[in-house]
DNA sequence: CATGAATGAGCGTTCATTCAT
DNA sequence: AATGAATGAACGCTCATTCAT
């Protein structure tokens, strides 16, 4: 049970399928990049889909840990919403390849989506619990709002990230503080939900 | 030249593109739901991806208008934003095919990107010409800080109306009242972009 | 509509498939003996099992109207049962390709299995039908039995002449009057269940 | 060396590939059945053609030798030749997995072939040895003539039990009893065989 | 304008076999 | 004697595209 095996085709994996999309993505491709046969993936994974699940199922994983630690990170609510959105921002960025994937496939086959529902349903619950501990704000009145607040606030930070990425591909660098600029620019959004 | 051919076609490109997703959507659907032979595509359009650009670009198109007209109907900025938002969740809810397209689709090939940059910014810089006009707002200040929030609006709408056409469709129905919660969502986070 | 194609496939697949037997046979040594492209064969078949069925159909409707043909060109039972004797050995020996698929791949999967019963059974009951009308033998007394006697003479008739036919394929030459021996050989057992 | 391994390999060989057929037939499941390592068979036979034709050999030895002691109890030819039908019927009836690898295989590669003349010789050269014995039928005219005859015979015999299988299978029942409706059938075609 | 038979490069997957432990 | 992770050649099937009619 080398543990490195899977590892390196993951690792692989991650970059084929954010290079080319699941469907462009070819197992070929993901073998030689994680130098290892063909055949020795399909030992460790029943198919190209469920390779891609796994792969999903863990960022996600990771993703939402780092993220809700974040959260935790702090007592009031409005810190909490800042200690989140900075996380999720900068984890974004910094995972570009993880980025891409998560708005361009999650969308795409009834089936993966199916499996993702309940991933980003936790981060989106992450945000709807920060909402909620808000208190007083006019957005309590209505579970159904809390979690539309949640969505909306979810794919700001997204979307945002995203644009920033392929901005940054397209000019060729990576500035640190675009992040910041995105902070400052999604906070005031973000934190009016919290304003009464 | 039949026009109703070439109707025909768009019509059941867009159905079946919606439905897998560019990559496995295929040609001979798309000829039978458009009860044409397959060479009769290739008679009107180049291949698959360029009936895919012209579909999108078409779509793109009116989209932008139905969302410019909506805007350019009032004359207070804070008013122009409400009525922007109010025609963009109305018709992405209402042309939900499209709706999925735009989001899954547009991040991904480098190709298909580009084509779509250019009608995405026309509608980004829509939102970012009331953002502009609100006039004393602290975003104002940057140009670059602008277009951001332009950006994180339009995430913040798209996400929010597809999360609930997926909901729509799970539960199998299609709530017109739906509307007016999300906008009661997203009008709080929205215009506070314009709040000093 | 090429017919013409269709024969070309069906051609070339009788050769292959008898060669190597369904599991090994390669569609595209298929479509390179009928001179088409691979993906031609799967325009006409849905793939290699409905191409295998749709060949043996084809094969054992032709064959059991041949034996049928020549059985009701009598009208005295034994003449029948000769008939048909000579009919079945002369064609399973002048079609070697189709009897060898017979007796090897009839017994192969259990989906091919069911496809071939009812064409098998179309040419027992052929043979049971002589038989009952053989009249006052003692087989008449048990429908079951007549069955299975049905039965024992296929297969007495089939593997006599495959292994004819392997035998003609080690020395490799076809003797005409081999067909006499085997007919010499078989009459006198199977008119032995006509027999009183 | 372990003796026990290797019998559980076999007996989940003969299952498997009796299941499957030769080519469907897996190492893998054959290692999963027979509760060892893939590895194992590996370190016991050289390859899955060898395990195949030893379990074969093994199987027609046993055949084989059964037949013919059932046939030597007996002194008259007659009887002989009726011991050794109810031998081969009781013994392929109930060792179907064996029975159905007989027929469908045997006719299959050009190699597997070879590996088995030998043994299917031997059986049919034993039909043969009784029916000379039969002495003054006039089918000891032709050595030809008796080896095609034995040939039949072992056809008949083969075909009509393996129906019986599957007929069985198919009902999901095995009568005892059936085998005398066989050998009822099948004792006035053969010694038919011997008389004059 | 329109057709649909034909194409073939391309891809996901399988599985017998090997070998270091 | 036994293991099981790793291999890679092989194969069935797909589907965008072409072209003769």
Same mark, same amino acid.
């Given at each position: 049970m080398k543990q490195e095996t899977v590892e390196q085709i993951f690792r692989a994996a991650v970059e084929i399928f954010a290079e080319s999309g699941f469907e462009r993505a070819k197992m070929d491709d993901i073998a030689q990049r994680a130098q290892v046969a063909k055949g020795t993936i399909y030992y460790h994974f029943k198919g190209k889909e469920e390779l891609f699940v796994a792969l999903m199922n863990s960022g996600m994983e990771k993703f939402t840990d780092v993220v809700r630690r974040a959260t935790e990170a702090h007592q009031d609510p409005a810190d909490q919403l800042r200690g989140l959105l900075r996380a999720k921002v900068t984890y974004l960025y910094h995972h570009g390849t993880f980025a891409k994937l998560l708005l361009s496939?999650?969308? *795409?086959s009834k089936e993966r989506q199916q499996a993702f529902r309940a991933r980003i349903r936790d981060l989106v619950e992450l945000i709807e619990g920060v909402l909620r501990r808000g *208190?007083?704000?006019?957005?309590?009145?209505s579970r159904d709002r809390l979690h539309e607040t949640a969505v909306a606030i979810f794919g700001a930070i997204s979307v945002t990230v995203l644009q920033e990425i392929f901005r940054a591909e397209d000019r060729e660098l990576l500035e640190g503080d675009r992040i910041e600029v995105m902070l400052d620019t999604l906070e005031p959004l973000i934190c009016g939900a919290l304003r009464d």
């Amino acid at each position: 049970m080398k543990q490195e095996t899977v590892e390196q085709i993951f690792r692989a994996a991650v970059e084929i399928f954010a290079e080319s999309g699941f469907e462009r993505a070819k197992m070929d491709d993901i073998a030689q990049r994680a130098q290892v046969a063909k055949g020795t993936i399909y030992y460790h994974f029943k198919g190209k889909e469920e390779l891609f699940v796994a792969l999903m199922n863990s960022g996600m994983e990771k993703f939402t840990d780092v993220v809700r630690r974040a959260t935790e990170a702090h007592q009031d609510p409005a810190d909490q919403l800042r200690g989140l959105l900075r996380a999720k921002v900068t984890y974004l960025y910094h995972h570009g390849t993880f980025a891409k994937l998560l708005l361009s496939e999650v969308w *795409g086959s009834k089936e993966r989506q199916q499996a993702f529902r309940a991933r980003i349903r936790d981060l989106v619950e992450l945000i709807e619990g920060v909402l909620r501990r808000g *208190g007083d704000s006019r957005f309590t009145s209505s579970r159904d709002r809390l979690h539309e607040t949640a969505v909306a606030i979810f794919g700001a930070i997204s979307v945002t990230v995203l644009q920033e990425i392929f901005r940054a591909e397209d000019r060729e660098l990576l500035e640190g503080d675009r992040i910041e600029v995105m902070l400052d620019t999604l906070e005031p959004l973000i934190c009016g939900a919290l304003r009464d």
